[in-house]
């Protein structure tokens, strides 16, 4: 029997082989039970937050999404390639907080609007601008680009951009605005996103609209305004890449910039609201001006169509390139010296080129190719004319070399003969005492029988069987005057 200290002060006998086996009385073993079970149950919660601590490295990253993991500050996977650090949408695992971090980036295209306009109310913004409240502008109140021209304009735009490289956005960007938060609440205007690109956008409309014309920039050129103002922004994104400061954004030099009306009716680009009737007129007197040139244009393309057919373009380059060729041939021909072989080649290349122009204008149609028909044909005429007059010279030499003085009187008489008979020579008598008077003769010149009908023009002719026999060719057309008996 082993005897142990009870509860009133004296002592109680145990059996020696329970006292034993637990070594306790059963206060204590009580107690010690209570602590096996707690640090039973206190292992399995280790266990589950073990568990949890290691199912907490899972992450979900979405379609617009990529993601990145950092381990103590440092992005891995950027020494090897790029591809290798971004992880794509889907289900990802890294090391818990804090051996590692994961981080998500939203890579769908984002807008983020640039503004150069005056004090709006939020009744002139959906209903468009009645008048304006102030005399001047205030650089404290309003804002404003000024124009290559010494004008003033102001502009509400939009900057459409994504993030393409997700590892430098993190590393000079990051953090990114929430969310929730929108391009105008006051969340996100802290964001140096905002505030970077915000400054670089600015800067490239601010040079851009200095380089070009209000009316220009307001009117027809909007759309090239707006893409030189995508390529300016796109080329200060580069150069900061090149000085291994990437921001990982990228803009559409094309399409990057856009200048929606605000609220539907009032304009993206417009001048200063005290001038903006003054605007209106000079462009309304643009627009007319521009329409009279398209119409004249049109006018002139339908005229060249007419004259030298669908080929008249072509006709057209061939002939300028001529022209610009004789001008140079002309400039190396003056110079002193002149360059022989530069002079010999421009002399070819004349050639060549006259030779080009008139295979196009022999393949022309329109007007040009009957022109050139007819001229064709009254070259043959006028050549089978010379020849026949050659002919009938030649022969005709040998009965003048005999006899000159009866052949001159033969001519003359005929030609008289002729002279009086045509219709078209005036003939007016002057009596003369003792010589029986003078007939003069008023000769038309060739351009005033253009409008004659056929039978007026055959009997303009000259009698022909004289003319053959005496060899005479046609009445010269000057005024003559032919003294009579």
């Known amino acids: 029997m082993t005897q142990t200290p009870s509860q009133s002060g004296g002592r109680k006998d145990f059996p020696l082989g329970q006292a034993s086996q637990t070594g306790f009385d059963p206060a204590n073993q009580s107690l010690a039970d209570a602590l096996r079970r707690s640090f039973g149950i206190l292992k399995l919660v280790m266990f589950v937050l073990v568990i949890l601590y290691f199912f907490s490295g899972f992450f979900s990253v979405e379609q617009h999404e990529v993601g990145l993991v950092t381990r103590y500050g440092r992005i891995m996977g950027v020494g090897s390639s790029l591809d290798s650090a971004v992880l794509g949408p889907g289900w990802h695992w890294s090391w818990p907080y804090p051996f590692e971090r994961w981080v998500k980036v939203a890579v769908n295209e984002r807008e983020l609007p640039v503004n150069f306009l005056f004090q709006l109310s939020d009744e002139e913004r959906t209903g468009g601008i009645k008048g304006f409240r102030y005399d001047n502008l205030s650089p404290m109140r309003d804002d404003y680009l000024i124009t290559g021209d010494v004008n003033i304009l102001h502009a509400s735009l939009i900057v459409k951009y994504k993030i393409v490289d997700p590892v430098a956005y993190l590393m000079n960007i990051h953090p990114m605005p929430a969310k929730g938060a929108n391009v105008r609440s006051e969340e996100y205007l802290r964001q140096p996103e905002y505030s970077i690109l915000d400054r670089l956008a600015r800067n490239a409309v601010i040079e851009t609209a200095a380089a070009g014309e209000a009316l220009d920039i307001r009117g027809k050129g909007q759309d090239r305004f707006l893409v030189a103002v995508g390529r300016r922004l796109s080329e200060k994104l580069k150069e ?246």
């Open 240 to 485: 900061l890449e090149t000085r291994g400061e990437s921001l990982g954004i990228a803009v559409n030099a094309d399409t990057g910039i856009l200048a929606p009306k605000a609220g539907g009716t009032t304009e993206a680009i417009m001048p200063p609201r005290q001038v903006q009737e003054v605007f209106d007129k000079v462009f309304a007197s643009q627009n007319e001006k521009s329409g009279a040139i398209t119409k004249a244009l049109a006018s002139a393309q339908q005229r060249l169509r007419e004259t030298a057919g669908p080929g008249f373009q072509e006709i057209a380059d061939l002939v300028d390139a001529e022209f610009e060729t004789l001008l140079r041939l002309s400039e190396e021909k003056s110079k002193s010296p002149s360059d022989a072989a530069e002079v010999a080649r421009l002399s070819a290349e004349v050639e060549k080129q006259a030779a080009l122009v008139e295979a196009a204008l022999d393949g022309a149609s329109g007007e040009a190719q009957a022109i050139i028909k007819d001229a064709q044909i009254r070259r043959d005429q006028f050549v089978k004319e010379v020849a026949g007059d050659y002919d009938q010279f030649i022969l005709l030499l040998p009965e003048y070399r005999r006899n000159p003085q009866i052949f001159m009187s033969r001519l003359r008489d005929e030609t008289y003969s002729d002279a009086l008979a045509n219709k078209r020579v005036g003939k007016i008598f002057l009596p003369e005492p003792g010589e029986g008077g003078r007939i003069w003769l008023q000769i038309p010149r060739s351009s005033e029988g253009a409008n004659l009908s056929a039978e007026d023009k055959n009997d303009s002719e000259p009698r022909t069987d004289s003319a053959r026999n005496m060899g005479k060719g046609g009445v010269v057309r000057a005024p003559a005057r032919i003294a009579g008996p």
